[in-house]
């Protein structure tokens, strides 16, 4: 017999697990801007039913909206919540893909700003360029976030420098909430915003000092234990400025090997207009003549860490 009016939910998925994701449902004062949820009901769903995706797609994400059905499975989690069946996933407005060439992985979605944390006292412009470039690849909203301005701001040049050719950054300290802090919480009034950068930086003691309101279920999931085998999920947590952030403990290590060496020029904002002096339309600015990024870098008018950046990115790039 044909089931009529199967019951149909709308949330957003705020973590996701080895083989099932958890969902907020949704409130009736949900917008684009202001993720309205229903803190009493989380569901559990199998990230492998067979339901309607949006193109592209690799995996259900974090920040996906969704629409479900209950379901008659078991929780494996011993949470005892309620399951579910994920019936689509709607299309998206961006992603944050991490790029392998076998299996890309879609690591979070819909979402306003990629914050880039790094350490002021002791950047890393390997890390930081890496990011970035990835971020200018994938077309999202990017903010550089130089962490620890309370100890010694070495790291501030380079700030500077890629304000310069446009890239947003602010200065602060997580533990003393002092610089630009109250900026970045302006920033993150409402929608979704992705945290990443290596270990050390202080990704968790922002995540602190913005005050997460974590959602239960999910954070006594993490204090049982259940996901230790797991190394890479993204968990979303509302923060006291109203909007939400996304944790990524997966992303710390991100190579570019997916794109070919060619695409990475694009990951580079600023080589464009120097470009105009290079020989070769392909040139791909490492060993051909006559080449207007390597001249610009001669002339002391790109910076060298900038263009040695790319170069070992592009070590890491198929041919
Ligand atoms: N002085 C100072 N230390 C910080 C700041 N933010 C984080 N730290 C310290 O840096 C270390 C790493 O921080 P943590 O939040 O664990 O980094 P994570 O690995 O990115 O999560 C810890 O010892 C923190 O206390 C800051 O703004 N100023
Ligand atoms: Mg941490
Ligand atoms: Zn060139």
């Not at 709308?10 to 684009?32: D, M, T, W, Y």
Request: one cysteine or more; charged letters at 25%.
């Amino acid at each position: 017999m044909k089931i009529q009016n199967q019951q149909k939910n709308r949330g957003i998925v705020v973590e996701c697990q080895k083989g099932f994701v958890f969902i907020c449902e949704l409130g009736p004062n949900h917008s684009e801007e202001i993720i309205d949820i229903l803190e009493s009901e989380i569901w559990l769903a199998p990230t492998k039913s067979n339901f309607q995706k949006p193109k592209p797609f690799h995996n259900i994400s974090v920040g996906d909206y969704v629409e479900f059905t209950p379901s008659s499975g078991t929780d494996s989690t011993g949470l005892d919540l309620p399951t579910a069946k994920i019936l689509s996933v709607d299309s998206r407005k961006n992603a944050l893909v991490k790029p392998t060439k076998r299996s890309p992985k879609d690591f979070a979605v819909n979402f306003e700003n990629l914050l880039i944390l790094e350490d002021l006292s002791n950047l890393n412009r390997g890390f930081l360029c890496r990011y970035l470039c990835l971020a200018e690849l994938q077309g999202v909203n990017c903010v550089v976030v130089g962490n620890k301005v309370d100890i010694e701001a070495k790291g501030d040049d380079s700030l500077s420098y890629l304000e310069s050719v446009g890239i947003m950054c602010l200065r602060l300290s997580a533990t003393t909430k002092s610089g630009d802090f109250e900026k970045l919480t302006e920033l993150t009034t409402s929608g979704v915003h992705v945290l990443v950068g290596r270990s050390g930086v202080g990704k968790s003691s922002l995540l602190n000092a913005l005050g997460p309101k974590l959602i239960q279920a999910t954070d006594e999931l993490r204090s049982n234990n259940f996901g230790r085998h797991v190394t890479s999920y993204a968990s979303m947590h509302k923060i006291n400025s109203g909007g939400w952030m996304v944790d990524s403990p997966g992303i710390q290590v991100l190579t570019l090997k997916g794109y070919e060496r060619e695409e990475l020029r694009w990951g580079f904002r600023e080589f464009e207009g120097f470009a105009q002096g290079c020989k070769f339309r392909n040139c791909l600015h490492i060993s051909e003549h006559k080449c207007g990024i390597k001249q610009a870098v001669s002339e002391g008018q790109l910076p060298e860490w900038r263009y040695k950046s790319y170069v070992s990115l592009i070590g890491e790039c198929e041919g």
